[in-house]
């Protein structure tokens, strides 16, 4: 999840600062304070974070693209000008404009606005963009909501007290609901110092960049792992009270399933599975480390030179072609693959399916998978003689065992009439009076579509539709030729009354069940 660092550089900024009766500090000292912290925080914990620096003022920039060197990010605060008044509005439009260039609308990025809370002046700032929002037109939107999935971080460089003298709490907790609500405004506490700073920033950390760490199990072997990036709680809309679900500590790894069976599932999320003990002759062998992360290894990552579960396990699946089956809580799977970045690099990748016992239809509930070696290897038969099992993967892996089939046949032999557009419905009332102009050659064909017809309307609500027909019904009688068999005008008469009977919404006639069938007419003699 790439993060955009927004840093005001308006005049406002420049405000000094007195700490403890020594020399006076700006804002804007403050905020790159933090925001040092901050980088240093994700190079140790996050490396694999793409970060962009952008400054605003009345226009913005972009002062570093994305990049995993947080040296350059640290560089270019030190370097930071000061200019003009705030417009925060523009400086949104380029961060939609940055993130979209790099990632496309699909990829969730979070925003950290570092701001010391004002909000500008006259036109183009927050207060009047906040103001104008219903008067604009479709050329001029509020850039918010983003067109990709946010998060929005904004850090004041002043306390409540401050903010909340003036409107400004107010515009800001505006400006955080439209851009989804995900996320949350943070305020210095007490006084405005490099530990109160220090402090909300390390709120932040705890809130978006906090690790996490895990450990993998597969029977008696274990890793420790790091699950990149930090997986969100889960929501199953589905349930009578919501709960949040978390990815469980432990992940434990359920079973191995060919690629071919697995296919493409829907998953909710994708991360990086990074061994903890991670050096540079682990990163030859693929785990998902990248270029930057070629430093000198700690003590505590010495351990990177022993055996380790995690690589292992990513050479295994790369090789086999197969994924593993993971279990994230109860009820709750996940799967475990390899995934090749480049011709010389792969990942240990985990996908987070829907929480439920059988996420993926095709597979059947996961809890009622097993090994192969599980089926019963010989069959006894009332001869007494015994005999292999046939493999469910045939002799030569010609055959597979999926798709489970359903216990319960569903029939999809009923066709269910529906009218998306004018077209469509047009088309079943042309299809019913041209087999009109056909009677009574077509009897048995006009009464099949006339029933399709009005079970639809009445399922809809639809009694304009069956009284509308059966005056076209009426109509085309009327213009009958001579030469038509008088049992045409008997049909059409009979299938038009009982159409108006129908659209009266009469219990006895409207019954969704009930079918009209043809007049029973004799003409023999």
Known sequence: MPTVVLMD???????????DGSEEFQRKNLAVHGLNMLFEHMASNYRLEFTALMAFSS??????????????????????????????????????????????????????????GSLGIGKGSLRHSLQTLKLRGDDKKFPLPFPFPTKMFIMCIANAEELQMTDTMDNLEELLRLSGGDGQIFTVDGLLCMKSVQAMFGMLIDRAYSPFHAVLHCGNLSSDVQV??????????????PIPRAVSTDLEIVGFIEIADISSPPVISRHLVLPIAVNKEVDEVGTGATDELEEEPSASQMAGKSPNFCVLL??????????????????????????????????????LFEPSPDPLPWLGKISHLGPVSDFPLMRSHLSGVTEAA??????????????VQPQVKRSYAQNVTVWIKASGLQTDVQKILRNARKLPDKTQTFYKELNRLRKAALAFGFWELLKGVAELLERE?????????????????????????????????????HNIVPMHTDFSS
């Not at 308006?10 to 007195?18: A, E, G, K, Q, Y």
């Not at 790369?318 to 693959?337: I, N, S």
């Not at 030729?481 to 006895?508: E, N, R």
């Open 390 to 403: 046939e493999n469910p993967y045939g002799e030569d892996d010609s055959k597979s065992p999926f798709p």
């Open 9 to 19: 550089v308006s005049l406002s900024m420049t405000r000094p600062v007195s700490l």
């Open 477 to 513: 009688c009327t213009l009958l030729p001579d030469s038509t068999h008088p049992d045409a005008a008997f049909q059409l008469s009979h299938a038009a009354h009982q159409l108006k009977l129908a659209s009266s919404g009469d219990s006895q006639y409207a019954a969704f069940d």
């Open 228 to 241: 990149f990036p930090r997986p969100e709680p889960v929501v199953v809309d589905e349930e009578v009270e």
């Open 59 to 116: 226009l913005w920039e972009l002062l570093v693209p994305f990049t995993r060197d947080y040296n350059a990010l640290q560089d270019a605060l030190s370097n930071l000008e000061d200019y003009d008044k705030t417009c925060l509005e523009l400086a949104l439009q380029g961060v939609s404009s940055v993130v979209q260039q790099e990632w496309g609308s699909a990829c969730p990025c979070q925003v950290v606005l570092v701001t010391d």
């Open 314 to 351: 990513h050479g295994s699946l790369k090789v086999e072609g197969m994924v593993a089956l993971v279990q994230l809580g109860p009820d709750w799977f996940g799967m475990l693959y390899s995934q090749a970045d480049s011709k010389k690099k792969s990942n240990l990748m985990m996908s």
